[in-house]
């Protein structure tokens, strides 16, 4: 399982930075991303990280303006949400994968949800 936490209200223009803590050891073929969802909406991707190697994926939405990373000691990934804007206001979800590198986008290749965590942008 896999605990997402941090959120927070915060104006645009505004940082967060989120922190997704597995109860585990991560194995070294995993990734693990962070999604969202709003209300009404879908869950969607937002970025992942290979466990093994670091490689980094990015929703286009958020490219240039989050930074994913690792802390292997600490078993724990952070999402770096920088430049926050109305529109990234959702409950934020870590989840982990085996699955190859053309699928890091896919909700379904994930296992692990744990409870989100809320992040609200006031405009």
């Known amino acids: 399982q896999l605990q997402a936490s941090g959120g927070g209200l915060v104006q645009a223009g505004g940082s967060l930075r989120l922190s997704c803590t597995a109860s585990?050891?991560?194995?070294?073929?995993?990734?693990i991303g962070w999604f969202r969802q709003a209300p009404g909406k879908e869950r969607e991707f937002v970025a992942t990280i290979r466990r093994s190697g670091g490689a980094t994926y990015y929703a286009d939405s958020v490219k240039g303006r989050f930074t994913i990373s690792k802390d292997a000691a600490k078993n724990t990934v952070y999402l770096q949400m920088n430049r926050l804007e109305p529109d990234d206001t959702a409950v934020y979800y870590c989840?982990?994968?085996?699955?190859?590198?053309?699928?890091?986008?896919?909700?379904?290749?994930?296992?692990?949800w744990g409870q989100g965590t809320q992040v609200t942008v006031s405009s």
């Open positions: 989840a982990s994968t085996y699955g190859p590198t053309s699928t890091y986008w896919d909700v379904k290749m994930y296992n692990g």
């Open positions: 585990r050891r991560i194995s070294s073929s995993e990734s």
